[in-house]
């Protein structure tokens, strides 16, 4: 059977370069010919803004962010941009002031340009997310893809070694997750195996060396190859279990999808041999599976959602909302019963075993 897939490669220009923020955040501000710009970022990236915003000028500034992007203050940030004619935003932090930007452009279509401080790869998507309560709904659209992104392995330096661990993690789910979504391809498969690759080689020398510039360069380049990857091909099974997780239970973001990954990984894998192979190779192990528990007790990520705060008497209610989210596409053909096994074992955190291949 002969190739035959679609592929849409989203456009955006990408500047990295260590100890080039400034310079290379002018460079785009001068390109999109802005004259008012409003910067979105929390007051504990205060360092990250001097640095990377010193050769520009700042019209306003938003700092209320927060995991989720609760829909509130997404409305206030959207009348200030409004109000103020903002005619560019400026993200600098990670996946949740990334966010906040998102929802300001979803209405409004200002552009962004996105300062990526950690792994999330939200800068790399056309994927928005808002709560409202205990509801979380995500979307895609290209007007929140920032139209530049600006990585530069120093502004990582502060990000904890704790946190960096766990947004890297994120960033693998993001590969390994488009290895089966709804848009998967061979084009986004090669990117996320080499985003794999790349963030296992660079997380274990950030955990060794925070200050490694080898490994924290890594770490970004390969967490933007996940986000591509992950753009492309969609949202799948893993993505639609975290983000309910995470929306309706107020779990942390990146931890979440560190904890959900591998019990995702081993119920698909046996039924995905051509996806599982490839991200076998890219962990250097002879599973999938295998490398990915491998790499996690190298890095020493939390086990179980029960690490993260989650209620075990929660799980009943979390199926029934994440169920009908589980795309078509997924490899293996998912039950309420299956949902349910995968749940209290991502709870419990106990290490995961891959069925027989089928």
């Not at 990582?156 to 960033?171: D, H, R």
């Not at 996320?192 to 296992?200: C, H, K, Q, S, V």
């Not at 950030?206 to 200050?211: A, D, G, S, T, V």
């Not at 169920?323 to 949902?339: Q, T, Y």
Request: hydrophobic share 45%.
């Amino acid at each position: 059977m002969g190739l035959n897939f679609t592929h849409e490669t989203l456009g955006q220009r990408l500047y990295f370069g260590s100890g080039k923020a400034a310079t290379n955040v002018a460079e785009e501000v001068a390109r999109q010919g802005a004259s008012k710009v409003m910067l979105v970022a929390s007051s504990l990236e205060s360092e990250s803004v001097r640095i990377a915003t010193s050769l520009i000028s700042i019209a306003l500034t938003c700092d209320n962010v927060a995991q989720h992007v609760p829909i509130e203050n997404a409305q206030a940030a959207r009348k200030a941009a409004t109000d103020n004619d903002i005619d560019l935003l400026i993200s600098v932090g990670g996946g949740s002031t990334t966010g906040l930007a998102k929802a300001i452009a979803l209405t409004t279509g200002t552009p962004i340009l996105a300062v990526a401080t950690t792994y999330a790869g939200s800068e790399a998507t056309n994927v928005w997310g808002l709560t409202q309560g205990t509801r979380k709904t995500t979307g895609s659209n290209n007007k929140v893809l920032p139209v530049a992104i600006v990585y530069d392995a120093q502004l990582t330096y502060s990000l904890p070694v704790e946190l960096s661990i766990s947004s890297g993690m994120n960033a693998i789910a993001h590969s390994i997750d488009s290895m089966w979504a709804p848009r998967a391809d061979p084009i986004n498969q090669v990117l996320a195996a080499e985003g794999i690759r790349a963030l296992a080689s660079g997380l274990p020398m950030i955990l060794k060396n925070p200050l490694s510039k080898k490994g924290r360069e890594e770490a970004l380049y390969g967490a933007y190859l996940s986000a591509v990857s992950f753009a492309s091909a969609g949202s799948g099974m893993h993505h639609k279990i975290c983000h309910v997780l995470g929306g309706t239970y107020r779990l942390p973001h990146a931890q979440t999808h560190a904890a959900v990954l591998p019990y995702v990984l081993a119920f698909n894998a046996p039924f995905a041999s051509e996806a599982n192979q490839r991200i076998a190779y890219a962990l250097g192990a002879s599973s999938g599976l295998e490398g990915l528990n491998l790499l996690r007790a190298v890095l020493d990520v939390p086990a179980g959602l029960k690490d993260l705060g989650f209620d075990e008497s929660n799980i009943e209610e979390a199926c029934e909302i994440i169920f009908p989210l589980i795309p078509e596409s997924n490899p293996r053909r998912v039950s309420r019963e299956d949902l349910l096994q995968l749940l209290h074992a991502a709870w419990a955190g106990e290490p995961p075993a891959s069925n027989d291949e089928r």
